[in-house]
């Protein structure tokens, strides 16, 4: 833009994602100052498994750091802190004195570990170790990967156990290597990050030893766990050298944190290829009964830990562009709702995308996906509105299970993600949550939260209710439904998603 | 018959031989297929190539066809893709403005509102998508008049309604608007279709430099305007916002 930027002093965020690692410089209002950004390749060794280079992630790191920092025109000076958010549960384990990843990182997608979990149920099942971790054995979190690879590869054990290997998820990584790596590298993780490894005791925020004991994992290896806002130390090198190193977040908990979802019952959802609900339950770890994942939120300082719940969505985004790649019904993504406008309803369709099974609150490995209520009447309109509206009744079904677990009504909805530009699909969402649904001026939350802790952390911003006033609405839809049409078409969609339970027969491998 | 111009024909020829599959061939080969010398055949393939309808692989040095082929098929912008395009940069505007940000199109005789940025105060505010606004008043409709001659032609055509006692009415009057427009890059509308409202709107422009939209920032007159009308740092602001989009649509930089 034309008009000057308030000048420094400066927070850089680096989100350290799936796809990319990027680092965006933020001023005082929360305001983008410059983005560099830099893809990583992904790697698929066999059907179900992905990796990561993380030598290419930590060059790729250093480089988009340098990039927005001479895109800003700035120099360290004028940063006052380092943020850091990074996707969740991705698995690392590296040789500590010189600081070579022993494998590839395994990356939370990757299903490598499932037969693993079903073992490490024993005769307890999936909840063996929700009440201490508030997570269902499932091959997304770290702890599994990281036995996976001990027992994988050739005297890893060994080496482990002598104190000659580290573990990270990616925020250590990044940390590790920004504070000098094998010269000196702070070993550290978040709580946020530490509780996705099911190796966390969500109540005592430390390393559970009888998990630990149970799933083979030696204590050796472990970062020490911090709060999400602090000092954990310096850049030892690079452009921002000197500079204090002052947040991790996971990127969903950062999103929170960036969307400033600070009092209790409020709640953000991310809509991307999946989608992922987050609401802040203060400091209560609430159990989840109705499939939901019991996750800390943030911590900032030595203040008390704040926790969520979370209910992640397998297919939103990714439904679209199947209508768009693999039925080839539109040409963008953003012609959904072109097409979808153009009728007034759904004409009966209802389309449950169970590509993989239900997840939250379901859990259903053996449903498959299902277009419902069909007759010659419907079109390729009507199927494209039911596209949007699953969307939306699955997030009405994530945040009744919130409200069923907290006992907290949803006030309002913030959202974030690139399916918030499409306009039908966020009065949809309104209409069938019977709640206003948000969108903040700043559509890069997840890296902005990362800055706003950071920042808290160095003084930058002297607490929360300042983060709160950089808040600005940027759009809102209040909803229009009428109650009765809204109850009715709830209970079509839920028809609808009891046909796609018990699909696939007991015997049958997944397709 | 009438008669036709050999280089056309030859042109043509020269597509469908590049058309006939996946791929790419040299110079000789396209001279020889066509029975042309190889001076005339590279003269057409240069032309074309100019026009973006046939490209020249820079290791090889062979011809395909060009992306502008491709274009040709699906000249239409989607609305929805225009809004996805858009929302960074409107998001950016509103925030550097302090005001409401609205992105329209030309829709019969009006102008559709197709997204719209609150005005990032914590006041209560109406999502304004879908609505229509007049074409021959506000900032946005006198973009579209000015640039895009189907707008221009309703505009015309249509009642040019006195929502004001400053709404420009008469034709003479309205030309002269639409001149000023066009020789600014820029349209104001102070007081002219809302008492105490003013905007100020610049067009965007698709890859082919067609006019597919406008956006624009609407403020209170008292805070969007000085003595001099609108306030110069807004009005570079709403067109550098119009520049990023058009940019992000293909459109070279102008």
Redesign the interface.
């Known amino acids: 833009?034309?008009?000057a930027h308030t000048a420094g002093p400066f927070i850089a965020a680096i989100d350290q994602g799936t796809t990319s690692s990027r680092c965006i410089v933020f001023d005082t209002?929360g305001?983008?100052v410059a983005v560099d950004q830099k893809e990583h390749e992904q790697i698929f060794p066999k059907p179900g498994w992905v990796e990561h280079d993380a030598a290419e992630i930590w060059t790729n790191v250093r480089q988009v750091v340098d990039g927005a920092v001479e895109k800003a025109g700035i120099t360290a000076a004028d940063v006052k802190a380092i943020g850091i958010t990074n996707q969740r549960e991705t698995t690392l384990l590296w040789d500590k004195a010189t600081g070579e990843p022993v494998h590839n990182a395994i990356v939370w997608q990757d299903t490598r570990t499932d037969a693993l979990c079903r073992e490490l149920g024993r005769n307890v099942g999936k909840d063996r170790f929700r009440r201490e971790t508030g997570l269902p054995l499932a091959s997304y979190f770290a702890g599994p990967k990281i036995r996976w690879l001990l027992d994988n590869v050739d005297g890893l054990r060994e080496r482990a156990e002598a104190g000659e290997i580290l573990f990270g998820t990616m925020d250590s990584w990044v940390i590790w290597n920004l504070t000098g790596g094998p010269d000196g590298g702070v070993h550290v993780t978040d709580v946020t990050n530490a509780s996705r490894t099911m190796l966390m005791n969500l109540h005592t925020l430390e390393w559970d030893p009888k998990i630990l004991n149970s799933m083979g994992v030696p204590a050796a290896v472990l970062p020490e766990i911090r709060s999400s806002a602090e000092v954990y130390g310096e850049a030892k090198s690079g452009v921002l050298a000197g500079v204090p190193v002052a947040s991790a977040l996971g990127d969903q908990q950062a999103a929170l944190f960036g969307q400033t979802c600070f009092e209790e019952g409020e709640a953000k959802s991310t809509y991307g290829t999946g989608t992922f609900l987050l609401m802040n339950t203060a400091g209560t770890p609430v159990n989840s009964y109705h499939g939901l994942v019991t996750t800390v939120g943030y911590r900032i300082g030595d203040q008390a830990p704040v926790y969520a719940l979370e209910g992640s969505i397998a297919i939103t985004g990714a439904l679209v562009q199947w209508m768009r790649d693999q039925m080839g019904l539109i040409?963008?993504?953003?012609?959904?709702?072109?097409l979808a406008s153009s009728v007034e309803d759904n004409g009966g369709a209802y389309f449950v995308p169970a590509f993989s099974g239900l997840f939250a609150p379901y859990w259903r490995d053996d449903a498959r996906g299902v277009i419902a209520g069909l007759t010659r009447y419907v079109t390729k309109a009507h199927i494209a509105r039911a596209v949007l509206e699953a969307t939306a009744w699955q997030t009405r079904e994530i945040t009744d299970a919130m409200r069923k677990d907290s006992g907290t009504e949803l006030a309002s909805l913030k959202v974030d993600g690139?399916m918030?530009?499409?306009?039908l699909l966020m009065q949809t969402l309104a209409d069938v949550l019977d709640a206003p649904v948000v969108r903040p001026?700043?559509?890069e939350t997840t890296c902005l939260g990362a800055a706003y802790a950071a920042g808290l952390a160095v003084g930058y911003w002297p607490d929360t209710d300042a983060l709160r006033a950089n808040w600005?609405?940027?759009?809102?839809?209040t909803p229009r439904m009428d109650a009765a049409d809204r109850q009715r078409e709830y209970k079509n969609w839920l028809k609808a998603v009891e046909r796609t339970m018990g699909w696939l027969e007991n015997d049958e491998q997944e397709h | 018959m009438a008669r036709t111009i050999q280089s056309l024909e030859r042109a043509a020829a020269m597509l469908r031989l590049l058309a006939g599959g996946e791929r790419r061939l040299g110079l000789s080969e396209v001279a020889a297929a066509l029975g042309l010398a190889k001076g005339t055949a590279h003269g057409i393939l240069r032309t074309l190539q100019q026009e973006g309808f046939v490209e020249q692989d820079a290791a090889s040095g062979r011809y395909q066809l060009g992306a502008e082929m491709l274009r040709l098929g699906q000249s239409y912008l989607d609305v929805n893709e225009l809004r996805a395009r858009a929302l960074v940069w409107t998001d950016d505007l509103a925030r550097s403005s302090g005001e409401s940000v609205h992105l329209g199109v030309l829709h019969q005789s009006g102008v559709l509102i197709v997204h719209h940025v609150f005005r990032p105060d914590d006041s209560r505010q109406v999502l304004e998508v879908g609505a229509m606004q007049p074409l021959h008043s506000t900032a946005l409709g006198k973009v579209l008049a000015a640039y895009d001659p189907v707008a221009h032609a309703e505009a015309v055509e249509g009642g040019r309604e006195a929502f004001t006692d400053r709404t420009v009415t008469k034709a003479e009057e309205f030309e002269a608007v639409l001149d000023l427009t066009r020789a600014r890059g820029w349209a104001s509308d102070i007081e002219e279709t809302w008492a105490g409202v003013a905007s100020v709107a610049a067009p965007i422009h698709n890859r082919r430099r067609m006019p597919v939209g406008a956006v624009g920032v609407t403020g209170a007159v008292e805070r969007v305007c000085d003595g001099a009308g609108l306030r110069s740092r807004l009005v570079a602001a709403v067109r550098d916002c119009a520049r990023a989009v058009s940019r992000d649509l293909g459109a070279g930089r102008f």
Do not use: K
Not at chain 1, 331 to 338: H, K, Y
Not at chain 1, 420 to 423: L, R, Y
Not at chain 1, 472 to 477: G, I, N, P, Q, T
């Open positions: 833009m034309t008009d209002d305001r983008i040409n963008s993504a953003a012609e959904i709702e072109t690139g918030t530009s499409n306009n001026l700043v559509a600005r609405r940027a759009a809102e839809w």
